[in-house]
């Protein structure tokens, strides 16, 4: 993989415009052609969630190979990535994605990695009148009452997340204590948790600072508050990034009967899992779940290009490229905004997951989730999330949050 380098108009933040084998994708002139389509993606390259957007950049350039055909054009029109790095920081991100609209001419754009950081990018994608096809940024308000109209989603939201593993946990007789990052993500992630359980008893919330480290103290609030609870005791952990809160495990939890649960995430942090064989959650993706052609085709092309298994994001990254492209065939290669807003509300597409559709009121992607039990298999690094079963997107009430 080679890279030709362009400077950002923010900071020290870099842009780059991305090169690769003819067959993945064509290097972008330093001024846009008529026929080009640009795209500017801006993630994590570097920062916190660094892993987060790696992967997404790998996924979203597999799925442009992978819609195209190998060709890398729509309608006749060559596609042109333009990626820019947020670090992980909501001023820069904000800057870069003004500079890709303005400066650049990106036609749409993709991004970013962090809540934080996307919910600093939604009036820009307003002020610029162009759509910013939000992946894998995770907070409710993006789609909810931060939302505006050229904003899309193909990443899942806290709402789903929180549904699907209230599915998982949701039993009388229950007390569950939640453990989360005290930012956009954690925040709305607990709030959707709790509108979504319904027989379990929510008996507190402990909100740590993004970079914890040490969790005893958290953990110990946590431990006072369950042990002397009747029935099943759970702490329920929304976590992103640096930071392992597992380790709590260590704190001998089963001697006051307290179990630990956790929706899925990004392989290497699964590594904590394998501690906790029997853990039940879910999961918006692990490799070994979907059964689609998309997917089969994602885990075959991954493996032979990186020698190991697509993750959370990389699929998530496939599933924003295949949007962007089914959008412009259904356009016919017209970029104009409200020609694709048009297109795009109420599409449906096929993705690793299997099929997305956006919904027209708040242009957030509903689809599939998959309640899982870890299982301990000497073959794997990290604990195995072993399929319970498929939730269904028409099984799960996500709220429409914009007030639109």
């Not at 020290?12 to 067959?23: G, I, N, R, Y």
């Not at 609030?221 to 640096?242: H, M, N, S, T, Y």
């Not at 991954?302 to 190991?308: P, S």
């Not at 109420?346 to 242009?363: A, I, L, N, V, Y």
């Amino acid at each position: 993989m080679t890279h030709g380098f362009l400077r950002a108009a923010a900071g020290a933040a870099l842009a780059l415009t991305v090169a690769l084998p003819a067959s993945l994708i064509a290097v972008a002139p330093a001024l846009a052609q008529g026929k080009d389509i640009r795209i500017a993606h801006v993630y994590s390259r570097t920062g916190p969630l660094e892993a987060y957007g790696k992967q997404t950049q790998t996924g979203f350039l597999m799925g442009l190979d992978y819609a195209t055909g190998g060709t890398m054009t729509v309608a006749g029109r060559k596609l042109v990535v333009i990626e820019k790095d947020d670090q992980g920081k909501p001023d820069v991100g904000k800057s870069l994605l003004a500079a890709a609209y303005g400066d650049d001419k990106a036609d749409i754009a993709v991004g970013p990695s962090s809540s934080g950081v996307a919910l600093a990018l939604l009036p820009v994608a307003e002020e610029y009148k162009k759509i910013l096809l939000v992946e894998p940024a995770v907070a409710d308000s993006i789609t909810g009452d931060k939302w505006n109209k050229y904003i899309f989603r193909t990443g899942r939201n806290s709402s789903q997340d929180a549904i699907s593993n209230a599915v998982a946990l949701d039993r009388p007789g229950t007390v569950i204590a939640t453990l989360a990052q005290d930012y956009a993500f954690g925040r709305d992630g607990v709030k959707a948790f709790k509108d979504a359980i319904k027989k379990a008893k929510v008996v507190h919330e402990e909100y740590l600072p993004t970079t914890t480290t040490d969790f005893t103290a958290g953990a110990q609030r946590l431990i006072d508050r369950l042990k002397d609870q009747p029935g099943r005791k759970v702490i329920f952990i929304i976590w992103a990034g640096a930071g392992n809160p597992f380790k709590i495990a260590d704190l001998d939890l089963k001697r006051h009967g307290i179990e630990i649960a956790t929706g899925g995430n990004i392989l290497p942090a699964m590594a904590a899992y394998k501690a906790l064989p029997g853990m039940e959650g879910a999961t918006y993706y692990y490799f070994g779940m979907p059964k689609n052609p998309v997917n089969e085709w994602l885990v075959a092309n991954h493996y032979k290009q990186f020698k190991a298994p697509p993750d959370f994001f990389t699929a998530g990254g496939m599933s924003a490229a295949i949007a962007i492209v089914e959008a412009l065939k259904k356009t016919g290669g017209d970029t104009a905004t409200n020609t694709l807003i048009k297109a795009m509300e109420g599409m449906s597409f096929e993705t690793p997951k299997g099929r997305m559709t956006f919904r027209p009121e708040d242009h957030q992607a509903l689809q599939s989730m998959y309640h899982f039990k870890i299982k301990v298999d000497p073959a794997f690094a990290w604990g195995v999330p072993e399929l319970v079963r498929e939730i269904k997107p028409e099984e799960m009430t996500i709220p429409i949050r914009n007030r639109r």
